[in-house]
């Protein structure tokens, strides 16, 4: 069962492993709370990407993990990297990433990281304002430099999933409608130091049924047909990233393979090269987080399980109300019990579960916290003065560790 979230997930004589490695041993040597990825399972995911869409160039979205261990996995599997800030760029280039395998979106671009991704010769930014063109082309022309550009626009499609993850729609901030598109890419013919090279669009995330695709696909091919009438060469054509993943067991989840079918028939007589920046679906079932059991409180009918991970590791739970499957390390078929799964901060939105069917846990063992590999210690914080998690890469059956776990010191930046 637990095979459907992740192949290399499996419980042998009752004890969880991933890829061959112990998650019981791994949690006693490195502590918790530990987050811990399959390298296979990303290796698999940009294969799988790349097998549905062979023409495409895949640009893994770095926000999803940003540790460059694993953005170095990506680079061996071809990819490329989508990033939205200078950190990222920064993460990037350190994994090794070619700047021309580089697309660079965000609404708030800063002129030290523009000049940043300018110098670097990036593939191309994917700007989501007017001022943006305009700053873009100042900077570049200070650097003696063209900026490669697409305008994101907005296709005003419902993705059909959580509201703060969708993008696409017209209120929301990001990109611009066609309409302005159009004029914007019009304008650019003024910008000197701009060159135009592609059309960007990113609709949400987590999304589960591909039909948004399709008619975002049809809108911006649509602009593609009318922008190549004007005159402009488009030779990238960047649908974003948003297939979900599966993290209840209930819910099925779409595959590249599906994308695949539901865009590429749309694709036919455009000549641009499709680029994709998938975030999710190539990392995020192939991280768990490991934590310890702390305590147990019984209020009346009310049973809580108190760990070692808080809102500050993990804050999917906390901020979307995200469904984390969790399970016990090590499984000796208990009986079940309803309960809420909360961290130790001072938050009464610090939990990583509410009204869960739990095996009966005992202080001091392990749980495994699934689908936490995108989005997970990406968004983790120190709040509350919590050192960040270690961070450990499994591959065939051994490991590495890929970040420490913080020290006082390091929050502090002491020496
Ligand atoms: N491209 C752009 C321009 C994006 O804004 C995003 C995600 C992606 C690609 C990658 O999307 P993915 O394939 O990972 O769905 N923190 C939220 C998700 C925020 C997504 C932001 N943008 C969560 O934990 O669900």
Redesign the pocket.
């Known amino acids: 069962m637990l095979k459907e979230y992740n192949p290399y997930l499996e419980y042998k004589k009752g004890e969880l492993y991933l890829e061959g490695v112990s998650l019981k041993a791994l949690a006693e040597e490195l502590g918790t709370p530990l987050y811990v990825y399959s390298g296979s399972y990303i290796r698999d995911r940009i294969k799988a990407y790349k097998q549905a869409f062979p023409q495409a160039l895949i640009c893994y979205?770095v926000?999803?993990n940003f540790n460059p261990h694993i953005i170095a996995l990506a680079k061996e599997e071809g990819a490329g990297a989508?990033i939205?800030s200078g950190g990222e760029l920064y993460a990037s280039l350190k994994a090794g990433i070619e700047p021309s395998k580089i697309v660079y979106?965000g609404v708030g671009k800063t002129v030290k990281e523009l000049e940043y991704a300018i110098s670097s010769e990036i593939l191309m930014f994917n700007v989501e304002s007017l001022m943006e063109l305009e700053v873009l082309n100042d900077i570049a022309g200070r650097l003696g430099k063209k900026a490669r550009i697409a305008i994101r626009v907005n296709p005003d499609v419902d993705p059909k999933t959580h509201p703060y993850?969708s993008?696409g729609m017209k209120k929301s901030k990001f990109g611009v409608d066609i309409k302005t598109a159009k004029q914007e890419y019009e304008y650019t013919r003024t910008l000197k130091n701009l060159q135009v090279v592609g059309i960007h669009c990113?609709i949400g995330?987590?999304i589960l049924d591909v039909s948004p695709y399709i008619e975002a696909t049809q809108k911006v091919v649509e602009l593609y047909h009318q922008l190549v009438e004007a005159g402009f060469d488009i030779e990238y054509l960047d649908l974003?990233?948003?297939?979900g993943i599966k993290y209840k067991l209930e819910q099925a989840n779409p595959e590249p393979e599906d994308l695949a079918k539901a865009i590429l028939p749309n694709l036919r007589g455009v000549q641009a090269k499709l680029i994709l920046?998938?975030?999710?679906?190539i990392v995020g079932n192939a991280g768990i987080l490991l934590t310890q059991v702390q305590f147990l409180k019984d209020k009346g009918h009310k049973h809580f399980v108190i760990v070692d991970a808080g809102m500050n590791d993990l804050v999917?739970p906390a901020m979307?109300e995200?469904y984390h499957h969790i399970v016990p390390v090590v499984d000796e078929g208990r009986d079940f019990i309803k309960v809420d799964v909360v961290g130790p901060i001072c938050e009464t939105g610090d939990f990583l579960a509410l009204d869960r069917e739990l095996p009966r846990v005992e202080r001091g063992e392990y749980l495994a916290v699934l689908s936490a590999g995108?989005?997970g210690f990406a968004?983790s914080s120190h709040y509350n003065v919590r050192p960040r998690a270690c961070e450990v890469l499994v591959e065939k059956g051994s490991y590495r560790v890929i970040r420490e776990r913080e020290s006082y010191q390091y929050i502090f930046m002491e020496g």
Do not use: F
């Open positions: 979205a926000k999803a989508d939205v979106a993850i993008t990113h995330s987590q974003g990233g948003g297939l920046e998938p975030g999710r679906s999917r979307y995200a995108a989005y968004m």
